[in-house]
């Protein structure tokens, strides 16, 4: 399979519900990272994932979590929604060493809080 | 201080117009400098990046990184509106993580 493939694109949500996105990596790429990108503003890293062990994490509260399974594919689970985690949450895969040139972005998962 | 601060839009030019968007960093230890392109309602694609200061040319589109005033920047010639899109500019360190410019939304009329 070839580029990187999220879903859904979008949906909508309740505040207070929790939230499940899906990322299916590039074929061959073993590690994952996680951006938010709020109306208007840059990417913000959330965390990466390398052989489904976290491998860093930006500054976002513990009910941001996530997994990555044997296959690579990664889910990021987001509890207890508020209106400002309403944003395009961005999921990009790469082959660990190979530089940041080689990372892949997903076409993103418009979530929206209401 | 943001790690990486962008110069805010939105730029509106004529088509076959040069665009200059710039960007300032904060870490010297910074390496790598990426220029990303995003779509409406895409991800960002890659569009140039360069390890070292000076200019990386791809056709209409130059990068120029200045490591002495911690600036990035990108040019570009004979903008067309295909071009219409935000420009990103991001730094990866030596760790994992991109961090990313708040983005500059540029619109090319024809």
């Known amino acids: 399979e070839t580029g990187v493939t999220q879903s859904p694109t979008h949906l909508i949500k309740t505040r207070g519900q929790q939230v499940t996105l899906r990322c299916s990596s590039q074929?061959?790429?073993?590690?994952v990272s996680w951006y938010q990108q709020a109306l208007g503003q840059g990417p913000q890293f959330i965390f990466q994932?390398?052989?489904?062990?976290?491998?860093g994490r930006g500054n976002f509260p513990p009910r941001f979590s996530g997994l990555q399974f044997p296959n690579y594919s990664s889910e990021l689970n987001v509890n207890a929604l508020e209106l400002d985690d309403s944003a395009l949450y961005l999921c990009?895969?790469?082959?660990?060493?190979?530089?940041?040139?080689?990372?892949?972005f997903g076409q993103g998962t418009r979530l929206t809080v209401v | 201080q943001k790690e990486v601060e962008q110069d805010p839009g939105p730029l509106s030019v004529p088509e076959g117009a040069i665009v200059s968007l710039n960007c300032t960093y904060s870490?010297?230890?910074?390496?790598?400098f990426m220029w990303y392109r995003q779509y409406s309602r895409k991800g960002p694609e890659l569009l140039m990046y360069?390890?070292?200061?000076g200019n990386k040319e791809d056709g209409r589109f130059t990068a120029q990184v200045d490591k002495s005033s911690k600036y990035i920047s990108l040019f570009i010639r004979d903008s067309q509106p295909s071009d219409s899109a935000t420009y990103l500019c991001?730094?990866?360190?030596?760790?994992?993580?991109?961090?990313f410019g708040t983005g500059t939304s540029l619109t090319v009329i024809p």
């Open positions: 870490n010297s230890a910074f390496q790598y």
């Open positions: 074929s061959g790429h073993n590690t």
């Open positions: 994932y390398y052989r489904e062990e976290e491998n």
């Open positions: 360069t390890y070292s200061s």
């Open positions: 991001a730094i990866h360190n030596t760790g994992n993580q991109f961090y």
């Open positions: 990009a895969s790469s082959l660990g060493g190979t530089g940041p040139a080689l990372i892949l």
